[in-house]
């Protein structure tokens, strides 16, 4: 099962971002193999509809699951078209919220934050 | 002759100086195109008959003709669209009307839509014009497009443009011919008056500062004025009872002579600057 984790960086080590649409990149990881890919978030820094392109981007690389602080009502919805389950993670490293994941401790999220939640220095 | 009212930080007084020129002028045209908060009305108490919506052009896709291939997405410089699972999501609201998904997609599966995004309300003589953008709209510049379109030509007009000085305002003052920029003697309203006059000296509109809630023992807006040979127009005394008189819906010209001639000075202080 492939997973986007919303990560500050692009290892395993990286911290998970509690941002979904203005991460700094995802992280796509094999939950059984622990193999991962790093993909930068090309649409963090963009000016609207950064959770939009964000989702369609995890969208893209047939993410089934996604594991982040905090989703915006727009990302939400095009999470949920895709069918993807959103999990809420933990400030620590990716390998560890994967971790989490595998064991089933992680919550699921089914309401979004407001929009614009993680803009003007909300970590 | 248009005028704008500008000021780069909010609550400086923007309304307070449009709206006394305006009525001080007499026969003129006043537009409040501070279109997320018009309140230009409470002081100047116009009859508004008529209101025009503002409409918008957004995408909507024939799902009978869609393939689901993407390409509307990724000419989407707005992240307006998303395709996912060959089903194509839009979102009006982030949508900038630019129409260029309509050109991108191969099927001609897109037509644009109209959406309301706000309101143009006038009186009946088009003395007093506003527009009123739908409460959680993020985009006003097509409200301020119609409003200038309704910009008359036989009158002045004064337009109290909207705090800051991003799009909407860089919008309302363009092709005006003198901009007043309303500041007051704080350390925030002397830094966004940088702000405003390096936005006026770009796009290279005649203007000049008025100094509101002045105080003699701050000197530091007209030290300013002075090291950038910026002309100070005028200087409204921080007075109680101009505050008392505000929230009561009177402006300061309602309720002091002086003040009163010194807003008639202050238009004829306008037309010297904006001819030199």
């Not at chain 1, 989702?55 to 999470?79: F, H, R, S, Y």
């Not at chain 2, 007093?128 to 510049?141: K, M, S, V």
């Not at chain 2, 796009?203 to 701050?218: L, R, T, Y």
């Amino acid at each position: 099962m492939k997973i986007a984790v919303s990560a500050k960086g692009n290892t395993m080590e990286s911290d998970m971002d509690q941002r979904f649409g203005r991460a700094a990149s995802f992280i796509i990881v094999d939950a059984q193999t622990m193999e991962y890919e790093a993909i930068d978030n090309t649409s963090a820094a963009s000016s609207g509809g950064a959770g939009i392109s964000a989702a369609q981007l995890v969208a893209e690389k047939d993410a089934e699951a996604v594991i982040t602080g905090n989703v915006g009502p727009n990302a939400m919805n095009v999470l949920k078209a895709a069918n993807i389950a959103i999990y809420k993670g933990a400030a620590v490293s990716v390998k560890e919220n994967v971790e989490q994941f595998n064991k089933g401790t992680l919550e699921k999220i089914q309401t979004n934050v407001p929009a614009h939640f993680g803009m003007g220095g909300k970590e | 002759m248009k005028i704008a009212v500008l000021s780069g930080k909010g609550g400086t007084g923007k309304t307070t100086v449009s709206a006394s020129l305006a009525a001080s002028i007499g026969h003129c045209q006043y537009i409040d195109c501070d279109v997320e908060e018009p309140n230009g009305a409470l002081f100047l108490n116009p009859q508004i008959t008529d209101a025009s919506p503002v409409n918008v052009l957004v995408p909507y896709v024939d799902e009978q003709r869609c393939d689901g291939c993407g390409a509307c997405a990724k000419a989407c410089r707005f992240n307006a669209i998303a395709v996912v699972k060959g089903k194509v999501l839009i979102f009006p609201e982030v949508c900038h009307h630019c129409g260029a998904c309509v050109i991108a997609c191969p099927k001609d599966a897109i037509t644009e839509v109209e959406r309301e995004i706000g309101v143009v309300e006038a009186d009946s003589e088009s003395s007093f014009l506003q527009g009123r953008l739908n409460i959680g709209e993020p985009i006003t510049i097509p409200i301020i497009h119609q409003l200038k379109r309704l910009t008359r030509d036989d009158v002045p007009v004064v337009m109290d443009c909207s705090p800051g000085a991003s799009c909407t305002v860089v919008q309302t003052i363009d092709g005006c011919d003198y901009c007043i920029l309303v500041t007051e003697p704080t350390p925030f309203g002397l830094h966004d008056l940088k702000i405003a006059v390096s936005l006026v000296r770009k796009m290279d509109i005649p203007f000049g500062v008025v100094i509101n809630k002045a105080m003699p023992e701050d000197q530091s807006i007209q030290t300013y004025c002075k090291q950038e040979s910026i002309v100070v127009l005028m200087e409204i005394p921080y007075m109680r009872e101009i505050a008392e008189s505000y929230s009561n819906g009177m402006l300061p010209v309602q309720m002091n002579e002086d003040l009163r001639n010194r807003f008639v000075q202050l238009y004829d202080s306008i037309k010297e600057g904006a001819a030199s």
